[in-house]
């Protein structure tokens, strides 16, 4: 430490000639220090005042500058030194730096840099305001050959890809053709996951997908999963799973996803559905995402049914009925939900035996795979009344759906279970299906989403009350009482802030319920007429003449 002290008087004493041997052997002797004992050699460079001094140092035509930008850099991999490095005004000169052509200098001011702006969004954002994303990338293009500029370049991306103002500036470079261009020359496994750390974040950038899909990485993680997909090396299943994870992410863009479905008869597309048939769990998995992620608009969605995907993603889920894989079920059943989206194709899926292999899931316990159940089943009855009678009538689908009706700490299956069991009704308009749901307890939970925070449930939910209502009023009287149904009416009668079909559909229900007589004394006791009567000047007209109607049938049975 005496040596050191001695150096940092030196070097505070020293001409700022960086050619000047004594500035070279005080530098030396900082960075035999910092090797030795980091944290000690950091605090006493700090307590001597010497970090002000370095930015003069910092010359782009010195022969000292990189051992100053190496001293910087291993100061600064001490977390109490950052605000002392910044505080010294060494971010400016540093940057400059950047413009040098002496690899040594970029590797060591590189270093610097990151290890100062190390975890600190802010300072990284300072960077990226400063201008450094076009630079680095710059540098990659043009040292692609050096392979410790080309690590400190990716590292930097790394860690400014994280915050999302700079996918913007870096999708303003050429970074997915330099990125995709470096991917295909390696041949390490640790190099390769390198560049797919940085490739991640940046690829959530729908202008940057469709840069790497143009560039070729789509061929280039073809390529990584051909040739590990029968690979048994840890490293070989952590990059096939890396790779078919960032190919699936790329179909998250539309236009990338467009591009590489090309109508149905891209080859990328071609080879994603290779994947569903595999025996590797991983490649079923991010085929089937990547079919969900295809069935994104209603073309691809009806060619795709038509050129018989559903039968392959159906023999998938049959193989996961008994090994049980969860990731897998819910992929195939988000793809099924996606694909049973158009009106077309609704009735070709459900000839294809859809819901009898969807309805093999009911006894699933894992709440991801129960709700995409619940979607897949929902949209495929949409405007399907046989479809919707046959399952309106199955009395264990009724009662798993009530079951997961109380499901509170999954709100999403809850949600699901509510509207499912409202479209059974709706679609069918059938007699035998509200029995089955009033025998299955299921009026109550359509009370309560008569009175959702989501419009459009509360809508859904008052529709199949009314449909019970005017279907089997008798057997639905005890649970439209219990569950204090004509109170919740008067509330959203009431509400200023329901919106004109709920006040609309509330009416038609009062009037459906005063056929019962215990309801239409609840109805004369809560005032309806009056909360009415006001709504014949609501500036809807279908609900003005509503209300002229209700309250001609309230009047008329008072």
Known sequence: MDNLSEA???????????????VEGCLDCLLKALANKNTEASMKIREMGVLPLLPTLLSPQSSCTPKVANVIAEVAKNEFMRSSCVE???IPPLIQLLNSTDQEVLLQTGRALGNICYDSHSLQAQL????VIPT????LGLHSHNTALTEMCLIAFGNLAELESSKEQFATTNIAEELVCLFQKQTEH??????????APLAENDVIKLQLVEAGLVESLLEVVAQTVDGEREEDIAQLKTASDLMVLLLLGDESMQKLFEGGKGSVFQRVLSWIPSHNHQLQLAGALAIANFARNDGNCIHMVDTGIVQK??????????????????AALSALRNLAI???????????????????????EMPPVQFKLLGTLRMLIDTQAEAADQLGTNGKLVERLVEWCEAKDHAGVMGESNRLLSALIRHSKSKEVVRTVILGGGVKHLVTMAT????????????????????????????????????????????ERSAPEIKYNSMILICAVMGSEPLHKEVQSLAFIDVVSKLRAHENKTVSHQASLTEQRLTAQS
């Open 8 to 22: 940092l008087e030196k070097l505070k004493l020293a001409s700022t000639d960086c050619a000047n041997d004594s």
């Open 88 to 90: 010294a005004g060494l």
């Open 128 to 131: 990226i305001n400063m201008g």
């Open 136 to 139: 680095l990338v710059k540098l």
């Open 190 to 199: 640790e190099k390769k996951e390198m560049i797919f750390e940085v490739l």
């Open 313 to 330: 993603l159906l023999e998938l889920l049959d193989r996961h009925v008994e090994e049980g894989n969860v990731t897998v079920q819910h």
């Open 342 to 364: 158009p009106v077309v194709n609704k009735s070709k899926m459900l000839s294809a035996g859809v819901a009898d292999v969807v309805l093999k899931f009911l006894q699933s």
């Open 452 to 495: 959702s925070e989501h419009m459009i449930m509360q809508n859904e939910a008052l529709v199949a009350l009314g449909l019970i209502a005017a279907l089997d009023l008798v057997a639905a009287e005890k649970d439209f009482v219990g569950a204090n149904l004509v109170s919740v009416l008067h509330k959203l009668l009431s509400d």
